[in-house]
């Protein structure tokens, strides 16, 4: 996978690319990652990639020529066309199901705005407007580190153990189940018996019975989109009482 970030910060990627499961998919080649300086594609001395915003209001908006050019410029470096995302607020939220979909592509291109968001005209390029939570953060580079790091480890080979990124937290659709190592008693607090029974039926079963009440307790809108049995269904259903004010999901 070939991964391009336009940005006018490209020195913010560098720890989180050359470190962890980041930094050994590119060591093995598994994935590339090239940051672009939006600036290289202005034309002039200040190499201005804002300006103000047509209208009046506070803040910079972000010019298209220079988005524009960038895009272009990297959808010609290869046959393959890429998948562009824009950072914005108004995009997707990113879930596990976005980040499947995009481990998938051969090519992405992302584009990190800044300021008070991008000119509309230049949202035209995007094939998919991405937001990472419902919150302000100063500009479109975390939210890329997190969608670039949330793929990486979906890609084949990059982690030590394949079912890793099947076992998580969001794969099926529910919270991971709790998780214990040693020492097997730690401050009064005991590992639950069912882990040490060396019994996989029965821990297969706790895991999941585990994961279906942590979600429904703590994440119930999740349950909407899992797959649960009459049994799940029924742990669920008895964690709330006939007069709790907490409405279960639809399934």
């Known amino acids: 996978m070939r991964i391009d970030v336009v940005t006018i910060f490209p020195e913010m990627f560098g720890e989180v690319l050359?470190?962890?499961i980041i930094g050994i998919a590119r060591e093995r080649g598994l994935v590339t990652v090239n940051c672009h300086d939006l600036r290289d594609w202005t034309h002039d001395r200040h190499r201005t990639t804002d300006d103000e915003p047509y209208g009046g209001g506070?803040?910079?908006?972000?010019k298209p020529e220079p988005l524009f050019e960038a895009v272009d410029a990297l959808q010609a470096q290869d046959d393959e066309p890429a998948t562009?995302?824009?950072?914005?607020?108004?995009g997707t939220p990113l879930n596990q199901a976005i980040a499947e979909q995009l481990s998938s592509r051969e090519r992405l291109i992302m584009v990190c705005g800044r300021y008070e968001g991008f000119d509309e005209r230049a949202l035209s390029l995007a094939d998919l407007q991405l937001s990472i939570g419902d919150y302000v953060l100063t500009g479109g580079e975390l939210p890329a580190m997190v969608t670039i790091?949330?793929?990486?480890?979906l890609l084949p080979g990059v982690l030590g153990d394949a079912a890793s990124s099947e076992?998580?937290?969001?794969?099926?659709?529910?919270l991971e189940y709790p998780q214990y190592t040693r020492p097997a008693e730690f401050r009064g607090m005991d590992v639950p018996e069912v882990l040490r029974s060396g019994d996989h039926g029965r821990i297969a079963a706790w895991r999941r019975e585990q994961a279906v009440t942590r979600t429904a307790?703590?994440?119930?809108?999740?349950?909407?989109?899992?797959?649960?049995s009459d049994s799940e269904k029924a742990i669920v259903d008895g964690l709330f009482d006939a007069d709790s004010e907490q409405e279960v999901p639809q399934r």
Do not use: K, Y
Not at 149 to 153: K, N, S, V, Y
Not at 167 to 174: C, I, P, T
């Open 149 to 153: 790091d949330a793929i990486t480890r």
């Open 217 to 228: 307790i703590v994440r119930p809108e999740l349950l909407a989109h899992a797959t649960l």
């Open 18 to 20: 050359d470190t962890s």
């Open 167 to 174: 076992d998580e937290s969001f794969s099926d659709g529910l």
């Open 84 to 90: 562009v995302v824009f950072f914005t607020p108004a």
């Open 58 to 62: 506070p803040g910079m908006v972000m």
